[in-house]
């Protein structure tokens, strides 16, 4: 069973760059965020200075392990990104005994909208979105797997895990609506809210959950499990990942976030929608607050439920002639060994739900600091779950251009550096720039852009004087 659980766990502690995404700080707390800001806090969107606003395609991957690195030396991203030599073995393990984590997330905004009215606004958003953890994976179990069984220092060693080991995956479609308000409007403040409701197409899930285990390695081909209770559950192809495989429908949920922003003092002419207000203060200080991702998917199409059951020590042999591309393979050969049941029942998935907090103080008309916190919720045991993050900011914003620096502490423990620019309809940025620069040894991954465009006119009209239309074709 080690060989079971470290397939499914490993896959998510790896830095991989085609992974997942997480919050773009350097453009999600923007007052131009728009439909790149409406993941974190969805009222973004309500009396923003601009009335329009058409996303043509945005993306955002993120993927950060504590386990697996790459030495600074190799150069592991850039020479992903731009088609260098990466070596066989680019990833080091950790050798500190203890537990693990991975998380990783996928963002793909498609086309968009948003109709800004003032005191009131609306959007449709769609997207492709997928979000992966894995938690208390112990040393010894990653070791095993990393030296495919060739470790001798652990050959005949008895291991015993006293944490419960989670690894989830869960990736969907999203077509979601945006609606919200302002509640109060003077000089002296405002508070405004806003609410996402989307449904979901669910592509592909895992969930894994092992009990605290005791385990042994007799050889290459051996492990001997005691008293092992795991629950494996997923909705994939199990024969196959080509493209279409992944994307294939296989479950359905509804899903919603929320959230409301307060400001004080509130300045009307600095969300007026023309050029000038960027030489206008909007606001001294905001305040946001809003629940992420509370939803939940049914999958009823390729799914499987595996539980193992092994009292006392039980033997799995062969394995290093067990072919582990194949799922039913190793299934079988699991249930056969160390004993327990499969069968073709669905089940559910919960969102990676949190709760985010963040506040904005502007110091000159267009020089802004931000300190925002994301704290996991985690009620549920099949739930993939986002890391925890503090991070703070300062950008520099007008219209048509914006320039964002934040230093982020993930998983309250470790610190990264990230830079985010804006030009007109073209955004783009990184909250792991060391990393992309292969500057630091290599645990983490993050790179976003966005294509779109804002306009206080409507689509495909000529421009006023004094007020922007990027839609216009005269």
């Known amino acids: 069973m080690m060989r079971l659980l470290s397939v499914f766990g490993l896959l998510l502690l790896m830095v991989i760059p085609s992974s997942h995404a997480q919050e773009m700080w350097g453009i999600s707390n923007s007052n131009y965020a728009g439909n790149m800001g409406i993941f974190l806090n969805p009222s973004t969107i309500v009396h923003a200075p601009y009335r329009y606003e058409l996303n043509l395609i945005a993306f955002d991957a993120f993927a950060e392990n504590n386990y697996f690195f790459s030495p600074r030396d190799r150069h592991f991203v850039p020479r992903t990104l731009f088609g260098g030599d990466v070596k066989e073995r680019a990833f080091l393990p950790e050798t500190a005994a203890g537990y693990y984590d991975g998380f990783s997330h996928l963002l793909v905004i498609g086309p968009s909208y948003i109709r800004n009215h003032g005191d009131h606004a609306w959007g449709i958003h769609t997207a492709l979105r997928a979000s992966a953890s894995a938690q208390n994976f112990p040393e010894p179990l ?5 030296e495919r069984y060739g470790y001798a220092p652990y050959a005949g060693r008895k291991f015993e895990s006293e944490k419960t080991l989670r690894s989830d995956i869960v990736s969907w479609y999203e077509l979601g609506g945006t609606y919200g308000r ?10 405004k809210w ?3 409701g989307n449904l979901l197409i669910g592509t592909n899930a895992l969930h894994l959950q092992a009990d605290p285990i005791a385990y042994s390695v007799a050889d290459t081909g051996t492990v001997i ?14 024969e196959g990942s080509t493209l279409g495989n992944l994307l294939a ?15 004080k003092p509130f300045y009307r002419g600095g969300f007026d929608c023309n050029r000038s207000n ?3 203060k909007k606001y001294k200080y905001r305040i946001g607050a809003s629940l992420i991702d509370i939803g939940h998917i049914r999958w009823f199409r390729q799914t499987t439920q595996v539980d193992i059951n092994a009292q006392g020590n039980r033997a799995w042999t062969q394995l290093d002639s067990l072919r582990f591309s194949s799922m039913q393979a190793v299934q079988n050969s699991a249930v056969n060994a160390l004993g327990g049941t499969i069968s073709d029942a669905g089940f559910g998935s919960w969102l990676p739900t949190a709760l985010s907090v963040q506040a904005d103080y502007s110091i000159l008309p267009t020089v802004y600091a931000n300190l925002s916190w994301v704290n996991r919720i985690r009620f549920a045991p099949n739930q993939a779950v986002r890391g925890n993050q503090v991070t703070l900011s300062a950008r520099y914003e007008t219209r048509n251009f914006e320039a964002n620096i934040n230093s982020n502490l993930y998983e309250y423990e470790r610190i990264h550096l990230g830079l985010g620019l804006r ?3 073209l955004v783009i940025g990184t909250d792991r720039l060391p990393e992309l620069l292969g500057l630091n040894n290599t645990r983490s991954f993050d790179l976003y852009f966005g294509l779109k465009f804002q306009s206080c006119t409507q689509l495909f009209k000529r421009s006023e004087p004094d007020c922007p239309g990027v839609f216009s074709l005269r």
């Open 278 to 280: 960027d030489r206008v």
């Open 142 to 146: 990653a070791r095993l797997l990393y």
């Open 194 to 196: 806003a609410v996402s």
């Open 423 to 425: 030009y007109r309809f």
């Open 249 to 263: 429908p296989r479950g359905a949920g509804l899903g919603t976030t929320i959230g409301v922003t307060y400001f």
């Open 225 to 238: 499990a005691t008293d092992l209770d795991a629950r494996l559950r997923y909705a994939l192809d199990p």
């Open 182 to 191: 302002v509640v109060f409007d003077s000089e002296k403040h405002m508070l």
